[in-house]
């Protein structure tokens, strides 16, 4: 069982604790006691309204060992063409992509990538970790690689360091660009590395157009100390580890 901080010692309803995490309703898990199916430390336990310690007690459901926690902590590595939403009437959301087993925690994405845009998204339960990650006070910094077309040269990287002004008057705070490579054919395509500390509405686009270029492709590939796993395929995700939240500022 893994254990919560601060957790230890609350019980509460079994029925609650497996509905939680995915068992069943609770008028299924009613049925399924009846049927002792569950156990509780290896006791049969028929009235799943009883009172459990889903952190020290050990629950099984049909021989399963149950693995509580009250929140779910996920990184996607997003496709393109979804959109970084919880639901929407035309197009596929992220949560669409999820597994039932994560989907049942009822996760929400931690901002927004673009509906083009790849790389790492994080989804959690915990509105409070997604509060301190998102803040504005926080300034917790996302790092993107991009394709832009046109030649990024030094000005650029010297105006990004300023701060460049958008299209509707905002000048974004200091941002880091380092330039990768450059391919060069009928027109230059430039290979960047953008760490912005802020997130407005198509911003890595929108500082490129300040300096007239275009973004042609985008990736998020870390927010705050946590880098996307490189070895996560497009259009999956898993839970993050303890030490990943640790990365985040997280303490569970």
Known sequence: MTKSKGSEGKKQRLDKIL????????????????????????????????????????????????????????????????????????DRTVLDLLEERYAVFEPFPVGR????????????????????????????????????????????????????????????????LTVLGRERGRQVISQISLTITEGKFHQVKRMFQAVGKKVIFLKRVSMGNLPLDANLPEGACRELTSEELKLLGAEI
């Open 19 to 90: 509905s939680h995490v995915g068992y069943g309703s609770r008028s299924e898990l009613r049925k399924q006691a009846k049927q002792g199916l569950i156990t509780v430390n290896g006791v049969v336990q028929k009235d799943s309204g009883a009172h459990v310690d889903p952190y020290n007690d050990t629950i099984e459901v049909a021989g399963e060992t149950v693995l509580y926690r009250e929140h779910i902590y996920l990184m996607m590595n997003k496709p393109p063409g979804v959109l970084s939403a919880t639901e929407d009437k035309r």
């Open 113 to 176: 990538l673009d509906k083009d845009t790849v790389g790492l998204l994080l989804l959690t339960s915990d509105g409070q970790l997604a509060h301190e990650l998102l803040s504005p006070r926080k300034h917790v910094p996302k790092t993107y690689e991009a394709l832009v077309e046109g030649e990024v040269g030094p000005d650029d990287v010297a105006a990004f360091a300023e701060g460049v002004r958008l299209d509707d008057g905002y000048v974004t705070l200091p941002a880091q």
